[in-house]
C-alpha cells in the first residue's frame, strides 16, 4: 500500500472513532497489513482515480452508488440500522448516515411477510453464494419467503425434494451451520422455498406464476423473472443469486427491490 493511501486509512480510522462511526468504507487498495480500530468495508474494482483531474463534486457523485451498495451490504450481515459511516476515498473522507439507505431498502419494511432474523439469514447466506460459488464455479439461485402452502400452489417439484421428511432444525436457515447443505443443493435446477420463520420447505422447486405482466431490466433470466412473477402473486419476498456478476436482487410485488453488488466485502 502507498504511504498516502496509509496515512488516508489512518486519518479515517482516527475520524470513524472521533464520530462513533460504525465502519469505514474504504476505496483503496486492500492492505491486510494495516491494523485499524474501526472495521474496515473493502470495495474492490473501484477507481476513483479516474477522476483525478475533476471537482469532488464529480468524484462524489462517482463514487455515491457505490458507497450504498456497500451500506446496504454492511446493514444486511450486521442487522443495524442507523448510525454513520466513514467513506475513504483517494482525495477525500467524507461521513455517511446509514439510515438514507433506507431509502434504496429497508428490511424492516417486510416484517410483515417473514420473520426479520430468517430474512436477514437468507440475505447473508445468498451474499456468500454470490461472492463463493460452489466448487470453483459461480452459480445462480433464488430463495422464496413466505406462506410455504401459497408458495406451493404457484410451484411444482422438479427433482426429489432433499428436505422432505428432514426436522426442522436442519432446515432452519436461521442456524449458520445448516448454510453448507443449502450452498450444496443451489447447484439444482429450481429454487428454495422457505417459510416465514426460517424454516426451509423445498429446493429444486419450478415456479409456475405467469410472468407475462412482469417488466424487468433487459438482461436478467427466467430465473429472475419466475421469482418476481411468484411475488406479484404471493404475499413474498424472492431473492435471487445471478449466475453472471454475482449480484443479489430482492424482489417485492413483481418488482425488484434492491440490487446489491458482491464485489464489496466486509473484512473485520
Known sequence: M???????????DELARTVDALAIISFLNKDNEIHLETPVIWVRDIQPEILRDHTMVALVDYCSNHIIDAVLQYKILTKMQSGTVVAVFPYALLIYDIEDANDQFNIEQYADIADLDALHSVLSLALEIAREGREGRAIGTAFIIGDIEELKRWSHQGVLNPYEGHPE????????????????FSQLDGVFLIDKNGIIGASGRYLDADGRDVHLQSGLGGRHLATAAITKVAPAIGITVSESGGVVRVFVAGSAVAQIRTDIRLSV
Open 2 to 12: 502507498k504511504e498516502k493511501d496509509r496515512t488516508l486509512l489512518l486519518a479515517a
Open 169 to 184: 432444525s436442519v432446515r432452519d436457515v436461521r442456524m449458520k451451520e445448516n448454510w453448507e447443505s443449502v450452498k450444496e
